[in-house]
């Protein structure tokens, strides 16, 4: 069964709190790491790299793309590895879909972003 809850926008963080370095939330139970890229733009994610199950909020921004701290896979908004084999399925971290909202960053965890296969 679905809680109402996985499918509603929820605050996990001030925008002020965004700064260069990615941060960890967590959200119904989920870890997320939100992150800006080289734009200003914010993005969400699972905070898990699928190589190794590092905590991407360990890592940093490198340009428009997380850096995972323990091999330096890279991934961007849409969660696309931008190092590692991409076309691997595994190169892929669960973007979370989000928005700013005055000065609350909010995200979806119900939501599934979609990514088109290499």
């Known amino acids: 069964m679905r809680m109402i809850e996985s499918s509603l926008f929820h ?3 001030l925008v002020d ?3 260069a370095a990615p941060l960890a939330v967590q959200l119904l139970g989920r870890d997320l790491v939100l992150w800006r890229d080289a734009r200003g733009g914010v993005h ?4 898990r790299c699928p ?5 991407l909020s360990m ?6 793309t997380l850096e995972c701290a323990y091999h330096g896979w890279r991934f961007d908004g849409s969660g696309r590895s931008t190092t590692a084999c991409t076309t691997l399925k595994m190169a892929v971290v669960a973007p979370i879909p989000m928005a700013s909202v ?6 979806n965890p119900g939501m599934r972003a979609s990514w088109r296969s290499a």
């Open 17 to 19: 709190d965004l700064g």
């Open 102 to 107: 005055s000065a609350a960053t909010v995200v």
């Open 59 to 64: 890592g940093r921004v490198h340009g428009d």
């Open 11 to 13: 605050p996990v963080a």
């Open 44 to 47: 969400a994610a699972t905070d």
């Open 51 to 55: 190589h190794r199950g590092a905590a």
